[in-house]
């Protein structure tokens, strides 16, 4: 490629990106991007309405409790405390410590809003705006109440076919209730102690539910206790919903705001994680296909199905032990009692009718016998923080279990999978290097040092390429002269004779038939640039993080302060959660790559010269496909691109002296049956 060509080809992409951006933005102005989910609940149904979309009554299978929608309360209902209030007649009391804040309300006990907002209403994380070039101005709201569903919030009960009511009905704040050693804590009880003819349920059951915020960490230990005031013991089955309203912020629509859940075994004392958890806008799917498996099968079939059979875990002695919800950058979910490792844990997946980013996943406990005028409780964790390994760490510690044969499960939830052999190094390296000197230098000083430690296999294999390109050039003629002999010759052992005639002349000539030593530092690098991939976009410490005129590096860079949405159009790929910015680094990426190409030994051979020249189209084309991706990635690209150039040209000085290649500026004339010294190396 001409340095003409090369100068028009870059100056044509720049002007069609800028072309369709401004043809976008003025010519069809009537775009305008979805409206903002409704985290306020301001449309809820009435008190006497009945909720959309609650789960029907399963078998009795699975220690899964009925959750079966009910009429209206009677009198009869009211008088064991179950009338049904608005979330406006609710109260509300605030948790807060060092990390955030949580908001509870007196209707079904249940969290209605957790922010990212300390004690002394400091903001701790903000929300990523959709739109890169916005720079974020508000804290990060992680739980809120899903306008498709506003009844169902975390921490409501699954319990019986009653929960309808209960989760929608008043809850008594406990003020004279014992307060933890360590954090704060709520407790909420059920039926009301005052209001009601009876102060109990009509089993003569009361249940108490304390939440504790533990000081420095973004974990509550959750507590359901049932006392039971009757003659006659009680079989429960106690469960919780956990996180539904969870807010994406990253990507929208993207594989990262999955569900996540990992299960325990009682024979290997080990957790195993799923690692294929849905998309959350799969769930849907998920859901519909299995229930028609069911509703063939002759089963019930519900709105919501089981977490066991969605995951299709049939062994025995596995049990459910985290179930939740995963964004790019933070996790929500309810963990099981860790004291009791060997008990049968179950949960639900429902999906959320008419918002298919949104889903509710349970978490249910064992049966339990709760003793005649005695109380049995059941204990969970529920962690609502960054998807980062030492905030999880930090968590767990944060009360340690007294099974210690189990060590630090919830780390897993943070890993990149098959490649977080290579990315969790990356990320300490990278999370080191931020400590010393700042994100962007850690990224530019993390690239060189990939680089420098592959460049002993990099200069193997230009050394090896040079030396082939050579070679071949002295044993052309020859094999230009077998596919003469051979011309038209189209049968099978003609040209069997003329691949064993080639071979001959390869080994004689010490020439391979193939250049593996040149292919080789590429596949090694491979696995290397995936596990950047993966480190990259798991480094919770690189969100919002600023360098230059970037303003957060896991987004694109946005370097002029315009923009246009392209909601779902086919070139969505281009842009971020609809958005397409004007971004310089891609386009400055695709520009060095043009130039390293241009750089690199043109063959002699015109069929080599010709894929050579098509593999030059190909950085464009990944230009492109990084064109919306988080510009700390680019600068890897970027500074990778600068380290390549000065590379090759560093290896090329040390060739020619070599006497490996020749010095273009000599042009030295070969002769057909001339050899160079260095023929005979391998």
Not at 179 to 187: A, I, N, R, Y
Not at 330 to 339: G, R
Not at 386 to 413: G, H, M, S, V, Y
Not at 492 to 499: F, G, T, W
Request: charged content about 25%; hydrophobic content about 40%.
């Amino acid at each position: 490629m001409h340095r003409k060509d090369m100068i028009q080809m870059i100056v044509v992409i720049a002007v069609l990106v800028l072309a369709f951006f401004l043809g976008q933005k003025y010519l069809f102005p009537d775009k305008s991007p979805p409206p903002a989910p409704n985290t306020a609940g301001n449309n809820a149904p009435a008190a006497n309405e009945a909720p959309a979309n609650k789960p029907e009554p399963p078998k009795i299978e699975d220690t899964t409790p009925s959750t079966e929608v009910q009429a209206k309360p009677t009198a009869k209902d009211e008088a064991y405390g179950f009338k049904v209030i608005s979330p406006d007649q609710a109260e509300t009391f605030k948790l807060a410590n060092e990390r955030l804040t949580a908001e509870f309300s007196t209707r079904g006990a249940v969290l209605t809003h957790l922010t990212y907002i300390d004690a002394d209403g400091n903001v701790v994380y903000q929300h990523t705006p959709d739109n890169p070039v916005d720079e974020p101005k508000k804290a990060l709201e992680l739980l809120h109440p899903v306008e498709e569903m506003p009844d169902l919030l975390p921490f409501a009960m699954v319990l019986d076919k009653n929960d309808d009511w209960r989760n929608t009905s008043r809850w008594e704040l406990v003020k004279d209730a014992p307060q933890p050693e360590k954090g704060k804590s709520l407790t909420f009880r059920f039926p009301p102690s005052s209001g009601f003819k009876n102060h109990h349920e009509s089993d003569g059951t009361v249940i108490y539910k304390t939440f504790t915020l533990l000081p420095e960490t973004y974990r509550f230990d959750i507590t359901v206790r049932i006392e039971n005031e009757s003659g006659q013991p009680a079989e429960k089955v106690v469960g919780l919903w956990g996180p539904v309203g969870v807010t994406e912020d990253a990507a929208r629509n993207s594989g990262e705001h999955s569900r996540i859940a990992l299960y325990g075994s009682t024979d290997s004392k080990r957790f195993i994680q799923l690692e294929d958890s849905p998309r959350m806008h799969a769930i849907h799917g998920d859901v519909d296909d299995l229930n028609a498996e069911l509703k063939e099968a002759g089963e019930e079939v519900h709105d919501w199905v089981s977490a066991r059979k969605l995951d299709d875990v049939t062994a025995d002695d596995r049990f459910l032990v985290v179930h939740g919800v995963r964004t790019q950058w933070f996790l929500a979910f309810l963990a099981a009692d860790p004291d009791n490792r060997d008990q049968r844990w179950s949960g639900q997946v429902l999906p959320i009718k008419d918002n298919d980013q949104n889903a509710a996943m349970s978490l249910i406990a064992p049966k339990m016998t709760v003793p005649a005028e005695g109380k049995a409780e059941v204990k969970m964790r529920f962690y609502a923080g960054p998807r980062d390994k030492d905030r999880l760490r930090d968590a767990w510690l944060a009360n340690p279990p007294a099974d210690e044969e189990i060590k630090l499960q919830w780390a897993e939830l943070a890993t990149s999978g098959f490649w977080d052999v290579i990315a969790t190094p990356m990320i300490w390296i990278l999370r080191t290097l931020t400590s010393l000197i700042g994100p962007g230098l850690a990224i530019i000083l993390l690239t060189l040092i990939v680089r420098f430690s592959l460049s002993p296999l990099s200069y193997r294999g230009q050394k090896s390429m040079a030396t082939y390109t050579q070679k071949m050039k002295v044993v052309k003629p020859k094999l230009d002269a077998i596919k003469e002999k051979y011309e038209g010759k189209k049968g099978q052992d003609a040209q069997l004779k003329m691949l064993t005639e080639t071979r001959e002349v390869m080994k004689e000539n010490n020439v391979g038939m193939l250049p593996l030593g040149g292919c080789l530092p590429m596949l090694i690098q491979l696995p290397i640039f995936i596990g950047l991939y993966r480190a990259f976009g798991n480094a919770f410490f690189l969100r919002q993080a600023h360098f230059l005129w970037i303003h957060d590096l896991s987004m694109p860079d946005a370097t002029l302060p315009v923009s246009t949405y392209l909601g779902d159009s086919w070139l969505g790929f281009l842009a971020h959660n609809g958005w397409l910015t004007f971004n310089i680094l891609p386009m400055l990426w695709i520009t060095l790559s043009l130039v390293q190409f241009k750089l690199q030994p043109k063959p002699d051979d015109p069929q080599q010269a010709s894929m050579q020249k098509q593999m030059g189209f190909l950085f464009p084309l990944m230009g492109l496909m990084f064109y919306g991706y988080a510009s700390g990635f680019a600068f890897y690209f970027i500074i990778s691109s600068l380290y390549s150039i000065t590379e090759s040209r560093l290896v090329k000085r040390a060739l020619i002296k070599q006497g490996v290649m020749p010095d273009p500026k000599k042009k030295p004339k070969v002769e057909e049956d001339d050899k160079p010294d260095y023929h005979g190396a391998s």
